[in-house]
Nanobody, 121 residues
Framework: QVQVVESGGGLVQAGGSLRLSCAAS????????MGWYRQAPGKQREWVAT???????NYADSVKGRFTISRDNAKNTVYLQMNSLKPEDTAVYYC???????????????WGQGTLVTVSS
């Protein structure tokens, strides 16, 4: 079994910064892509950023230039550094990890429970 746990959310003023963390644990052989998604009140969940095992990153246009995704493979952890935050960034932020499990070599996508980010104007 694999678990993913996010942390680092909170309340911040517009223009401020937050750093989210997401740690995967359990029966992990390797992790392929890790990503961040968010869901604002009354809206559908949307993709924010992803990073693959080689460190290749992709960002949604709405966060490009303000957010930075990174990972520490030794710790099975992905980070999201969020700068120049705007009220429209307010959402629950979810982490997803694409994992190859051990010992079964099964491919699974695991979501965390989410962490709330609130940006005040």
């Amino acid at each position: 079994q694999v678990q993913v746990v996010e942390s680092g959310g909170g309340l911040v003023q517009a223009g401020g910064s937050l750093r989210l963390s997401c740690a995967a644990s359990g029966n992990i052989r390797s992790i392929d892509t890790m990503g961040w998604y968010r869901q604002a009140p009354g809206k559908q969940r949307e993709w924010v950023a992803t990073i693959d095992s080689r460190g290749t990153t992709n960002y949604a246009d709405s966060v490009k230039g303000r957010f930075t995704i990174s990972r520490d493979n030794a710790k099975n952890t992905v980070y999201l550094q969020m700068n120049s935050l705007k009220p429209e960034d307010t959402a629950v932020y979810y982490c997803k990890a694409a994992v190859i499990t051990t010992p079964s070599y099964k491919y699974v996508e695991v979501w965390g429970q989410g962490t709330l980010v609130t940006v005040s104007s």
